[in-house]
């Protein structure tokens, strides 16, 4: 997300983003177009393997454990900068 020839682009993380209207969010930013994170809890389930298709970084994370939660939002944030 940090390095690469896209960094110019606005960043934007987008909690949930795999269903619903968090997938036509993903794909109505990626048009725009901006790097896009995606955060969600990957459940397969629901069909939300990669509604992006590879388009948008994607990270799995469960806001039900905080702690891991609140470290890879830090740790993702930092890599999209200060846009």
């Given at each position: 997300l940090g390095s690469g020839s896209g960094d110019e682009l606005p960043a934007v993380l987008v909690l949930g983003g795999s269903t619903f209207m968090g997938r036509e969010t993903v794909q109505a930013l990626l048009n725009l177009p901006a790097?896009?994170?995606?955060?969600?809890?990957g459940r397969k389930y629901w069909g939300t393997d990669d509604p992006s298709e590879g388009r948008a970084a994607r990270l799995l994370a469960d806001r039900r454990d905080a702690t891991t939660f609140a470290?890879?939002?830090?740790?993702?944030?930092?890599?999209?900068?200060p846009d």
């Open positions: 790097r896009v994170c995606v955060v969600n809890r470290s890879r939002l830090d740790l993702v944030t930092s890599k999209l900068g």
